[in-house]
């Protein structure tokens, strides 16, 4: 009599000694094609840093960027972002000791602290076309726009990602499926995180410097 058990039953016998969200053969294939995914992601940003990089001069007789640029907002919102990312990483650690109360507590703060991000992203945008820079305006502004704006939709999709989690945990609970949604919808955030360091850096403090 043949005792191999069928590939399929084999999400019925999770390995408990390996994190929670490890646990089924398709969690961890799940997790490795996610970060297949996040490498396009870098393709994608790349391809938006190279652009800006390229057109950082072309302003034209526009309004320049050092004239509109508030540091202290910029800041703000790099605090709000990171700060983010670590109460992302406590959800991960309490979903790792099975407290899914918790859990769900650090990625509700994570996701008040996300829409804060989006609120204080907007804010910038419009009061910038106010004062004449649109994507229109130049093609600097064209870059800023299209990098920082692609950025935002981006952390737009984690928010919704993480209360669509919080709805599948409330009705399903904290099981190895769930769990492994949650690790992918963290790593997604933290990649972000990666992302907004560099645009303070190399879009931010690097205009201010080379004004």
Avoid: C
Wanted: overall charge negative; proline content about 2%.
């Amino acid at each position: 009599m043949d005792n191999k058990i069928d590939p399929k039953e084999l999400e019925d016998f999770p390995d408990e000694e390996r994190p929670l969200e490890y646990q089924t053969e398709t969690g961890s294939l799940n997790i490795f094609g996610f970060w297949m995914f996040l490498g396009a992601e870098i393709v994608l940003f790349s391809a938006l840093f190279g652009t800006y990089f390229v057109l950082i001069f072309r302003t034209d007789s526009s309004v320049l960027p050092t004239e509109l640029f508030d540091m202290g907002l910029v800041l703000a919102m790099t605090f709000t972002l990171l700060t983010s990312s670590f109460t992302s990483g406590l959800a991960i650690n309490e979903m790792r000791l099975g407290n899914a109360r918790r859990m769900m507590i650090w990625i509700g703060i994570t996701l008040v602290l996300g829409l804060g991000f989006l609120g204080m992203e907007i804010y910038e945008f419009v009061e910038f076309a106010s004062e004449g820079a649109t994507l229109a305006t130049s093609a600097f502004w064209s870059a800023f726009f299209l990098l920082l704006g692609t950025h935002g939709v981006h952390v737009a999709m984690g928010v919704a990602w993480f209360i669509i989690i919080l709805i599948q945990i409330k009705m399903r609970g904290l099981n190895p499926v769930t769990a492994n949604k949650t690790f992918i919808a963290s790593l997604y955030w933290h990649f972000l995180d990666v992302i907004w360091i560099f645009i303070f850096t190399g879009v931010y403090l690097l205009r201010l410097v080379i004004a």
